[in-house]
């Protein structure tokens, strides 16, 4: 089993550029995640999908968009990238007992 | 608004002595509260959960201890070896609703050799 996985591994934009991170899971969790992770800002919640058909805003949802595609997928889209979105993107999924598992992140610099 | 707060910021240990971070939560509906390991490169992975019903859990070198009363709960490591320098985070978080996780800020562990 691969887990989490999160592609692309890093990924350089330029100010009003888009973009698609694209995370995948395959331990048939319901519930998917993305947060941002910035020094001294811990993880920030930007979007969850609780199951497959619904997604929900987080702590940090503008400027971004998601689709659950499926069960297993879960994207998260910049329309316009903005500097203040460099940052480290992970996904991530819940497992039976609440825990989340992580993919290995998306490292984003806007310039 | 911060429901959970971790301290310290950072933490540098001497090989084989005791790490201690702590956690301080609001929310009184939280009932799981994890601990994630993150090294520098890498996800946060799951380290130690304990659910209130327990006071004290021990997984190898760490243990969290918990204090509901409080509403404050903490990770020890014992022995602590160089390997163990990583960014640990806790989190907490409520069985009923959309069990959205809510992290404190992390911490830095150094463990000098």
């Known amino acids: 089993n691969a887990g989490v996985t999160q592609t692309p591994k890093f990924q350089v934009l330029k100010t009003g550029q888009s973009m698609t991170l694209q995370c995948a899971q395959d331990?048939?969790?319901?519930?998917m995640y993305w947060y941002r992770q910035d020094p001294g800002m811990g993880l920030r919640l930007i979007y969850y999908?609780?199951?497959?058909?619904?997604?929900d805003k987080g702590e940090v949802p503008n400027g971004y968009n998601v689709s659950r595609l499926n069960k297993r997928e879960f994207s998260l889209r910049l329309e316009s990238a903005a500097p203040s979105q460099t940052s480290v993107y992970f996904c991530?999924?819940?497992?039976?007992?609440?825990?989340?598992?992580f993919g290995p992140g998306t490292r984003l610099t806007v310039l | 608004q911060q429901q959970v707060k971790q301290s310290p910021q950072s933490l540098i240990v001497q090989k084989g002595g005791i790490s201690i971070i702590n956690c301080a939560y609001e929310n009184t509906a939280f009932d799981y509260f994890p601990w994630y390991q993150q090294f520098p490169g890498k996800g946060p992975a799951l380290l130690i959960a304990i659910r209130p019903d327990v006071s004290e859990k021990k997984e190898g070198r760490f243990t969290i201890s918990f204090n509901k009363s409080a509403k404050q709960f903490s990770l020890h490591i014992m022995d602590s070896q160089p390997g163990d320098s990583a960014t640990y985070f806790c989190?907490?978080?409520?069985?009923?609703?959309?069990?959205?996780?809510?992290f404190g800020r992390g911490t830095s562990l150094i463990v000098h050799p």
């Open positions: 991530a999924s819940r497992g039976l007992y609440n825990e989340q598992f």
């Open positions: 989190a907490a978080s409520s069985s009923g609703g959309s069990y959205i996780p809510t």
């Open positions: 999908s609780a199951s497959e058909g619904t997604t």
């Open positions: 331990m048939n969790h319901n519930s």
